[in-house]
């Protein structure tokens, strides 16, 4: 493994009923944003759960900053994960949902309190913090997940479909955010989506998982204009006609 991967998942497979991940192999460097783009069932989830240790695998290994990652206690895990329906405690504040994780780390109050304040105003969320979940947007939802999140500061940020939804002005407002968010925390940050625009308006690279096996990785740019294999071409070609008739209706 390179030094400078911050995840390295080395011929990992995974079986859960019917559905297998197969072989999968990446390299995601450390401070890059990396999507993992690919339609519904790909096993988009499953893979990202499977990068935080959530599954061992039937056969390789997950390396999260030289190590496997199953070998640490969860809660020793240097990551953080936002799922797509945040997963807010719905009895708990604004406050109390950010602070939960850093009460069962043990972080010292003072250090704590210092991160929130720096995590809120970044965020935005100041006026929200004695609010519960059931009263916020789904934009407000999202950026208190961040924050519970990002107040471990954790080397690697995963997320599961974070903007799905998400009205259009609310995601054009969280693409600036998270931007905002890596170049002030630096961490390394893998997505899953299934929107092409989005893959390639925040990730560097954009691994295709079609079927639970990786079909090709690419810089963001490039995604149109790779060699890959046909029912990779079409199903690349596909999403590039739907973009263009939607564009065109706009």
């Not at 999260?64 to 020793?76: E, I, Q």
């Not at 809120?120 to 916020?136: D, F, G, S, V, W």
């Amino acid at each position: 493994m390179k030094k400078n991967n911050m995840v390295c998942v080395n011929n990992f497979s995974l079986a859960l009923g019917d559905f297998h991940l197969n072989q999968i192999c990446l390299d995601i460097e450390e401070g890059e944003i990396f999507a993992i783009l690919g339609p519904t069932g790909a096993g988009k989830t499953v893979l990202l759960e499977s990068i935080a240790g959530i599954y061992e695998g039937e056969k390789g290994v997950v390396f999260l900053d030289g190590k496997r990652v199953c070998d640490s206690a969860p809660n020793k895990r240097d990551l953080a994960f936002v799922y797509q329906d945040y997963a807010l405690f719905p009895h708990m504040t604004v406050m109390e949902n950010i602070k939960f994780g850093l009460k069962m780390k043990k972080i010292d109050k003072n250090k704590g309190n210092e991160r929130i304040n720096e995590l809120i105003t970044l965020l935005k969320i100041e006026h929200l913090m004695n609010r519960y979940p059931a009263n916020l947007s789904g934009g407000e939802k999202q950026r208190v997940a961040l924050a519970r999140a990002l107040v471990l500061n954790p080397k690697l940020l995963l997320m599961d479909e974070p903007f799905s939804a998400l009205d259009p002005k609310t995601k054009e407002q969280m693409y600036q955010l998270i931007k905002k968010i890596h170049e002030a925390f630096g961490c390394t940050i893998i997505f899953i989506t299934h929107d092409f625009n989005e893959a390639q308006r925040l990730a560097f690279r954009i691994g295709i998982l079609i079927g639970g096996s990786i079909r090709g990785v690419c810089e963001s740019q490039a995604l149109f204009h790779g060699n890959m294999e046909k029912d990779v071409e079409d199903f690349l070609i596909r999403k590039e006609i739907n973009m263009k008739m939607v564009s065109n209706l706009n």
